[in-house]
């Protein structure tokens, strides 16, 4: 069973909940946002769930929930003024939060960079432009000064591959860039941020742990004959990062990638890379089915009849014991946490109630495939729920509810779900 000192938790991302446009510099999702088509419903990241204004209010409602840790981001562009000066307003926020959250005893997970690059580093080529590693690590370098004694845990990035590939390779996320060569780029320049702020981590607070949190979409073959395919793709979008991180080596198919795509690394990237981290935060949602195209290469292929989320990932917990059993076999890990798992589903209100019911099923199953993993041997030590509450999802906009509480946009009232009050029943009875 999971044992008493796991650590549960929910999670959120600054742009995705904070709001308040107007009292930060512009980032990378604000320009992508105006970009006609981008985001679903053309909505962008100006109010979302107005948590700059109603944080004590969610504070509360997350000690309510009797979670031992909540897990936010950090905006860089409110954060840090563009001459590299701190904001006192706009860290002032965040000092403010995370006291409020240690007077409740409630442990705070505190990411760095989950995507709202400043718009001003983008205007000089972003992830693409080796500077913004060493931007980040001076950001990363102020932050840990400036919030001492107010964070239990560090995460440098929030899924790297999503900055990379989604933004830089096929441009369906902030900033819009569609080329290999770019994703690849940035992929390895995010990385070697990842590197450079945990440096600065380890100086300005030893004692404070730190890690990087990873997104991984196991890959399946389609068919027998698929199964290059689903090893490539694995190799390309999850173990690309892992490998990197705890080998300080990228996967052997970077020598296949053409020489014009293939990333530029300096000598000493990859041990900046690969430099301890005393977690690896895992965020899993689904699996995905991959087949081989006529050059080679994977492309995905979607199954029918299987259970769905409202995004269409299908449900599939048993991925989630596999990821990290086959993680434990491959790699010399340190303790993992679960820094995100959940499901967006069509909820509605009726009577003051959100009954997600097909939500509870999502979470029991995959913490029940946790537990699998752990008696399996892998050292799982926490499991954070995404979200905490309905935000805005990236190019989905407000369509998709990923939240334990229901926001309604119009009032910003707040209503826990069932999965909300079944969560905080569980961990209740621990
Ligand atoms: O909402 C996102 C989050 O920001 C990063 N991980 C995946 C979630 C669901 O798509």
Request: glycine content about 6%; overall charge negative.
């Amino acid at each position: 069973m999971l044992k008493p000192a796991f650590t549960f938790g929910v999670a959120t991302a600054s742009f995705q909940i904070e709001g308040a446009r107007d009292s930060r510099l512009a980032c990378i999702w604000d320009t992508f946002c105006k970009q006609p088509n981008a985001i679903a419903d053309q909505s962008d990241g100006d109010i979302a769930c107005d948590h700059i204004n109603l944080w004590q209010q969610d504070v509360e409602m997350i000690a309510d929930l009797a979670v031992d840790a909540y897990r936010l981001s950090i905006s860089w562009p409110r954060a840090l003024n563009q001459d590299g000066t701190v904001n006192q307003q706009g860290l002032g926020f965040y000092r403010d939060l995370l006291t409020a959250l240690k007077a409740r005893n409630i442990k705070t997970y505190v990411t760095l960079y989950h995507w709202d690059l400043p718009q001003y580093l983008e205007d000089q080529g972003g992830w693409q432009n080796r500077d913004t590693a060493y931007a980040f690590a001076a950001y990363a370098d102020i932050v840990s000064k400036e919030l001492a004694g107010l964070v239990d845990s560090y995460a440098t990035l929030n899924e790297p591959f999503c900055s990379a590939y989604l933004g830089y390779e096929i441009g369906v996320h902030a900033p819009g860039i569609k080329s290999q060569k770019a994703g690849r780029q940035a992929a390895h320049h995010l990385l070697l941020g990842h590197g450079l702020a945990m440096q600065a981590l380890r100086k300005n607070c030893p004692d404070t742990e730190a890690g990087i949190v990873l997104n991984f979409s196991p890959t399946y073959p389609l068919t027998a004959d698929d199964k290059l395919a689903a090893f490539q793709a694995d190799q390309y979008h999850n173990q690309w990062y892992i490998k990197a991180i705890i080998d300080g080596q990228y996967p052997s198919l970077l020598n296949e990638l053409p020489e014009h795509v293939q990333p530029d690394i300096q000598p000493q990237d990859m041990v900046i890379i690969s430099q301890p981290i005393d977690y690896l935060g895992v965020n899993y949602y689904t699996r995905i089915h991959y087949k081989c195209t006529a050059d080679n290469w994977f492309e995905e292929a979607n199954l029918t009849n299987v259970p769905i989320t409202d995004m269409g990932w299908e449900v599939y917990p048993q991925g989630l014991t596999e990821l990290l059993v086959s993680l434990n076999e491959l790699y010399t890990l340190p303790k993992i946490y679960i820094t995100e798992n959940g499901a967006a589903m069509a909820d509605s209100v009726h009577d003051n109630q959100v009954l997600d019911y097909d939500r509870v099923s999502y979470y029991h199953t995959h913490l029940n495939a946790v537990n699998d993993a752990i008696n399996q041997g892998v050292n799982v030590q926490g499991y954070f729920a995404w979200s905490l509450m309905d935000n805005f999802e990236w190019a989905y906009g407000y369509e998709k509810r990923f939240g334990l509480v229901y926001i309604n946009y119009q009032t910003q009232q707040r209503i826990l779900k069932e999965s909300a009050k079944q969560y905080c029943a569980l961990l209740k009875q621990r």
